[in-house]
């Protein structure tokens, strides 16, 4: 079991030229950023080198131009965030289930919910959103507005 | 001669609304697809315009058993984004409303894993002493089920001397009770026969496929996030961390019931070791921009909450991943090659989360068309009223028959 400033200090010696910043945010709470390119490199390194095989879940922000994706990663003693950024014209992310196996419920998610890309996906069918769900309509993006329309009981008052 | 079944969304097998297609060769499972959001209530974007409170009752809704899981998740994240440290009497309180809420989805469990297996007496048992835990749930926060606790900064109800000496006594008998279950589910020949070997998951295929709780603890892997990630006060906590290297079914369910009896262990030691003080300390209303990570372990496994803010009273974005979703992969694994009969265990074992709990009820005098609303408490006490009657005459029998 080692540290998380040892965690950060091989990360930046092993492959510090192609991250583009790292934080220790609290205790246990490592924070990666890399490019989407550099993404599955990362995520297989930290894998390899101390067991970082659970991929909690993937969570998005949208912040308006760009949308924010973090891979929120664990092992048996702490945990490292890795955050790709992607330009909110041309949303594109990797899959990640060359390397994690288990992202793939995450990733159908992302495309369900942002309408992101997710490039070489084994299985791209929707997976929460209704049969009927118009094309284009992605619910967790900021604009989207919900207004719930008025209820009609067939035969009723 | 392949055929594809379509097991849900509504199936009497199923207690919650899911979707599985089974692609069958004559009754062993070839292939499983599952297909989710039949309860999709869109409660991420709808916590985008809820202030931190009013979201502390919305997490609270997200799952009718775990119900404290997710607010205590949710309460730790805003927590540290606040920059409050909660007051220490209320994290004790906290976490003993936790491990009670363990205790009672587990007994719930096994309960339902004796059911699945044609062992109705079991379920019987344990949903007996569930209802133990249930009251002492109820005496310490006034619901069963929406326990309504947890607050930013500690706990919204204190404890008093008379009910940490309810909570030890319901202890003892809870703990003899729940290590006999331990003998049964363990030794008893047709029960062990019925589980072994059903619903295999290997260790590398659970790691692989990013399963959580109990489930990847029953495969061999010694993953509890009160251990390998402490919130709250679980790292002066002494518990032990249980696995089972089966992989299977009854790997699940021992591994469950020695969970239980950790559970017993932990809230003693709370108990005892109750601090004085306050239960609270008051937190802010507005969060200045931050985000955190919240990882709880909730008796199905390991539930995340990320959370954004960004400087009003409402939260930028909360995403939430509850454990069952983790291990739908894993359970599509478990059913290949399974019996068509075993579809109702395998999928039970994982526990998927089931919404339930009313309070009122309506009592209809017969003969008359008049209704009164009773309590509970009343109901119960009109109950035991009725069976204090002996309505039945009872033979004396001698035991063994």
Redesign the interface.
Known sequence: MISDEQIMAQIKSDIGDKIADITI??P??IHLHVKPENLNMALAYIKEKWAF?????I????LGEQFEF?Y?M?N????I?VRIMTPRSDPKVPTTTGV???????ERELQDMFGVVVEGIPDSRP????DDWPQGEY??RKD?K?ERPVEVIPGGK | MEFTVPIGPQHPALKEPISLRMTLEGEVIKGVDI???YN?R?M??LAEDRSYIQNLYLTERICGICSFSHTTCFAQGVE?LMEIEPARRGLFIRTLVCELERVHSHLLWLGVAGHEAGFDTFFMYTWRDREIVMDLLEMISGNRVHYAMNTFGGVRRDIDELQRKKIADSLDTLTKRTEYYLKIGSSEPTFVARLAGVGPLPKQMA??????GPTLRASGV??DIRR??PYGIYAEIPFEVCTSDLCDVLGRVVVRINEVLQSYKIIDWLVKNLPDGPVKVKAPRKVKPN???S?YEAPRG?N?H?I?SNGSDKP??L?V?APT??N???TVEMLKGQFIADIPLVFAAIDPCICCAERMVELRDQGSEQTRIVSFADLRRLAAQYYSVDRLQHKEVEWPL
């Not at chain 1, 994690?100 to 419920?105: H, S, V, W």
């Open positions: 945010q609290a246990r709470r095989t659970l991929m909690s879940t969570s998005g922000v949208d973090i929120h664990a048996l003693y702490t945990n965030n994690i196996p288990g992202a793939i419920l995450y997976l929460l959103l209704p619910p967790l989207w919900w | 297909k989710l959001g999709h869109g991420e974007k540290t790691l692989d496929l990013c399963a959580v010694p993953s390998d990630d985000e955190a990570v990882r390991e995340i990320y954004k930028e974005r995403k991943r979703l983790a739908y992969p894993a």
